[in-house]
């Protein structure tokens, strides 16, 4: 069933006690306002060609991928891939894989310099090009991520007043409060003999779609009930699959561009089961919108994100869609493992766990509701999934595709060149960071070591314009998660040291399993 577009009259624009003008947006201005905007200003005649920057050399067109297909090069282990090229080459690296070219930045000072060439509209490379391809054969609203220049600036625009800014995402926190409270009695009901809860990251997943489902279509989807376990699997498999198949595709020859093979055709499966659940909520959450209004029941309080995005004339129905595809959808591959390391990290230094929970505790009675307070006051909690980032980061870089020549590393970047900013290579590094091996979340606060590391360094969520996005609902719904499990439970790790595994972004390569004791 097709949305109706006479749903995006379902808000008068005044009356009713409902805010459909909202403030108008201010344009979004480049945090770098750094007058060198690179090595030399501009390009000059002293600078090394772009053919010379090193790098490790294959075929031509084929570049490392025969090194990846040989096993030379781990695929899901590709972090340590690149750290490796980084002992080797330098602060800078040119790959080429299947006639792709990418520079890898390591140096922070780079990374700076390519963030200072910025104008207000910088170019990304998608972090998932096969859902770009996807949405483009299914003529879907491609969505911020897949998108650049004014087409960006438009979908940006739109959704910058409701979705970045930190107060804007506090009135979902009851609704996201709720779920969490929620998840931590369904963890009591499936814990074993051994305080363990089987599947734990499913369990987690389905609490992400939960919350998720919150925010995104003001009901409970039931997820993490029985009734609703078997659509919540459906959903968690697809996304598995859809990273699973992207980092397959991502180190072939990308044939399926032309023929549907066997691969993009699962994968095209998988995205019709993301797009599908998707559409079939968000059309029963429009048509109890369309219902309240009517009976003239709406509040402004009722369906928040739904009520903004159809309020902005800016957007089709398809950017709707899409938007809410990613905002319900991407906690399973961003919020979910970061959340899984969190806890192992938490689980392996009881003494950081126990002043995490003493933190908790001075400021929230167990009984009391959260409130936007709360969370903005839990700066050791913060510390806590910070520095689980720096040790567990869940991407590999920031892509840019330079609109401009450069001059960095002493090397010519010429105008349209793939630019992967690679920091994460430097989270464990002594230069760096002080103890870099140990899990030390005190180093983030306002005295800590870290306040002396290069700002270029840790920026789990990007930087500047095209900063993600969903930023503050993550970083709300992973405090509130956190804040409740270890309200209840005592955490321990008895198995074998947890790592990463790449796919596409990084996940725990061992199962998940906490022991979880009654606190």
């Given at each position: 069933?097709?949305?109706?577009?006479?749903?995006?009259?379902?808000?008068?624009?005044?009356?009713?006690?409902?805010?459909?003008?909202?403030?108008?947006?201010?344009?979004?201005?480049?945090?770098?306002?750094?007058?060198?905007?690179?090595?030399?200003?501009?390009?000059t005649?002293?600078a090394?060609?772009f053919?010379?920057?090193?790098?490790?050399?294959g075929?031509?067109?084929?570049?490392?991928l025969?090194?990846?297909?040989?096993?030379?090069?781990?695929?899901?282990?590709?972090?340590?891939?690149?750290?490796?090229?980084?002992?080797?080459?330098?602060?800078?690296?040119?790959?080429?894989l299947?006639?792709?070219?990418?520079?890898?930045?390591?140096?922070?000072?780079?990374?700076?310099l390519?963030?200072?060439?910025?104008?207000?509209?910088?170019?990304?490379?998608?972090?998932?090009?096969?859902?770009?391809?996807?949405?483009?054969?299914?003529?879907m609203?491609p969505?911020?991520?897949?998108?650049?220049?004014?087409?960006?600036?438009?979908?940006?625009?739109?959704?910058?007043?409701?979705?970045?800014?930190?107060?804007?995402?506090?009135?979902?926190?009851?609704?996201?409060?709720?779920?969490?409270?929620d998840?931590?009695?369904?963890?009591?009901?499936?814990?074993?003999?051994?305080?363990?809860?089987?599947?734990?990251?499913?369990?987690?997943?389905?609490?992400?779609?939960?919350?998720s489902?919150?925010?995104?279509?003001?009901?409970?989807?039931?997820?993490?009930?029985?009734?609703?376990k078997a659509?919540?699997?459906?959903?968690?498999?697809?996304?598995?699959?859809?990273?699973?198949?992207?980092?397959k595709?991502?180190?072939?020859?990308?044939?399926?561009?032309?023929l549907?093979?066997?691969?993009?055709?699962?994968?095209?499966?998988?995205?019709?089961?993301?797009?599908?659940?998707?559409?079939?909520?968000?059309e029963?959450?429009?048509?109890?919108?369309?219902?309240?209004?009517?009976?003239?029941?709406?509040?402004?309080?009722?369906?928040?994100?739904?009520?903004?995005?159809?309020?902005?004339?800016?957007?089709?129905?398809?950017?709707?869609?899409?938007?809410?595809?990613?905002?319900?959808?991407?906690?399973?591959?961003?919020?979910?493992?970061?959340?899984?390391?969190?806890?192992?990290?938490?689980?392996?230094?009881?003494?950081?766990?126990?002043k995490?929970?003493?933190?908790?505790?001075?400021?929230?009675?167990?009984?009391?509701?959260?409130?936007?307070?709360m969370v903005?006051?839990?700066?050791?909690?913060?510390?806590?999934?910070?520095?689980?980032?720096r040790?567990?980061?869940?991407?590999?870089?920031?892509?840019?595709?330079?609109?401009?020549?450069?001059?960095?590393?002493?090397?010519?970047?010429?105008?349209?060149?793939?630019?992967?900013?690679?920091n994460?290579?430097?989270?464990?590094?002594?230069?760096?960071?002080?103890?870099?091996?140990?899990?030390?979340?005190?180093?983030?606060?306002?005295?800590?070591?870290?306040?002396k590391?290069?700002?270029?360094?840790?920026?789990?969520?990007?930087?500047?314009?095209?900063?993600?996005?969903?930023r503050?609902?993550?970083?709300?719904?992973?405090?509130?998660?956190?804040t409740?499990?270890?309200?209840?439970?005592?955490?321990?790790?008895?198995?074998?040291?947890m790592?990463?595994?790449?796919?596409?972004?990084?996940?725990?390569?061992?199962?998940?399993?906490y022991?979880f004791?009654?606190?």
């Amino acid at each position: 069933m097709m949305i109706s577009r006479k749903l995006f009259h379902v808000l008068p624009s005044t009356g009713g006690g409902i805010r459909c003008c909202w403030r108008s947006l201010r344009t979004t201005s480049v945090i770098l306002r750094s007058s060198v905007t690179s090595e030399t200003s501009d390009v000059t005649q002293n600078a090394k060609p772009f053919s010379e920057i090193p790098g490790p050399k294959g075929l031509p067109y084929f570049g490392t991928l025969l090194m990846y297909k040989s096993g030379q090069i781990n695929v899901f282990k590709l972090p340590e891939t690149l750290k490796r090229w980084h002992r080797q080459y330098g602060g800078i690296v040119k790959e080429t894989l299947a006639g792709h070219t990418v520079v890898h930045m390591f140096d922070p000072e780079f990374i700076r310099l390519v963030y200072a060439n910025e104008d207000k509209w910088p170019r990304i490379e998608p972090l998932l090009e096969t859902t770009q391809l996807y949405r483009q054969q299914s003529n879907m609203s491609p969505g911020l991520g897949n998108t650049n220049d004014e087409e960006w600036y438009r979908l940006r625009s739109a959704v910058q007043q409701l979705m970045m800014r930190p107060k804007e995402v506090v009135p979902f926190l009851p609704g996201v409060d709720q779920v969490a409270l929620d998840f931590v009695s369904h963890l009591k009901q499936l814990r074993n003999a051994d305080n363990e809860v089987p599947n734990f990251a499913v369990e987690l997943a389905r609490w992400s779609l939960e919350s998720s489902g919150i925010s995104c279509f003001d009901t409970r989807l039931g997820f993490l009930t029985e009734k609703g376990k078997a659509e919540a699997q459906e959903l968690i498999e697809a996304s598995s699959t859809v990273f699973k198949l992207t980092t397959k595709l991502k180190f072939s020859l990308p044939l399926y561009k032309f023929l549907p093979t066997p691969s993009w055709k699962k994968l095209v499966a998988a995205e019709d089961v993301l797009y599908s659940g998707t559409q079939r909520h968000l059309e029963e959450a429009l048509a109890r919108l369309r219902q309240k209004t009517d009976n003239g029941e709406l509040r402004e309080k009722d369906f928040r994100f739904l009520q903004y995005l159809l309020s902005r004339e800016d957007l089709s129905l398809s950017d709707v869609s899409t938007l809410t595809l990613s905002l319900f959808t991407d906690g399973q591959s961003t919020t979910t493992p970061t959340l899984l390391f969190t806890l192992y990290l938490l689980a392996s230094n009881p003494s950081v766990q126990d002043k995490a929970v003493e933190e908790i505790q001075s400021l929230i009675p167990r009984s009391a509701p959260l409130t936007g307070e709360m969370v903005n006051q839990m700066s050791y909690l913060r510390a806590c999934i910070k520095e689980s980032v720096r040790m567990f980061p869940i991407n590999n870089e920031i892509s840019r595709i330079a609109k401009k020549d450069m001059v960095v590393g002493g090397y010519h970047i010429p105008a349209g060149t793939s630019i992967h900013l690679n920091n994460t290579v430097l989270f464990r590094n002594p230069t760096y960071f002080e103890e870099p091996e140990k899990y030390i979340p005190d180093r983030w606060l306002r005295d800590g070591s870290a306040q002396k590391v290069h700002p270029f360094i840790v920026l789990p969520f990007g930087h500047g314009p095209r900063m993600c996005a969903g930023r503050r609902f993550a970083e709300q719904d992973m405090a509130v998660l956190l804040t409740r499990i270890l309200q209840n439970f005592r955490l321990e790790w008895k198995h074998s040291p947890m790592g990463l595994k790449y796919l596409t972004l990084n996940v725990p390569d061992c199962p998940a399993q906490y022991t979880f004791y009654d606190r």
